[in-house]
């Protein structure tokens, strides 16, 4: 699901419930949390969301419990078709948190045209919503200056 990867956090990114398209990767540097979505293969990033919470309760999301991805805070749209895109969040909004939760989301497309919903890998919102996922990033080990 994830590992550090050369002082990196990285969560596999899904699309369609099962296909690996790429990776988000997450660090904190210079007093800023980011957020890199990377994609692989054929498949590129058509736009991205992107919402960064200190309680999993801090989503937006429906009263059944699914994220409501038009209202996560940070979004990339019309993006071209990229295979890579990055978000710079300045840590002092988290306050002293000892972690964060992130729900990165995106719309890939296949070079055929195809295009799909992915999640980066993590706990779902839901048990019987949509299968729209989020995880954890510990920062205590993290010295903000």
Known sequence: MRAEDGGQFKVQLIAGKHIGVGYVYVTVEDGF????????????????????????DDFPTTKNGNPKVGKFPYKHENLGDVTKDVYLIPMDQFGSASCLYIA??????????????????????????????????????????
């Open 33 to 56: 949390l980011n957020v890199t979505y990377v994609t692989n293969g054929t498949w590129a990033l058509a736009e991205t969301h992107l919402a960064v919470v200190t309680d999993p």
């Open 104 to 145: 990165a989301q995106a719309v890939v497309v296949q070079q055929n045209g195809a295009m799909e919903t992915a999640w980066a890998e993590g706990k779902r919102f839901t048990e019987q919503g949509n299968w729209a996922t989020y995880f954890y990033y510990p920062l205590e080990e993290i010295v903000l200056e």
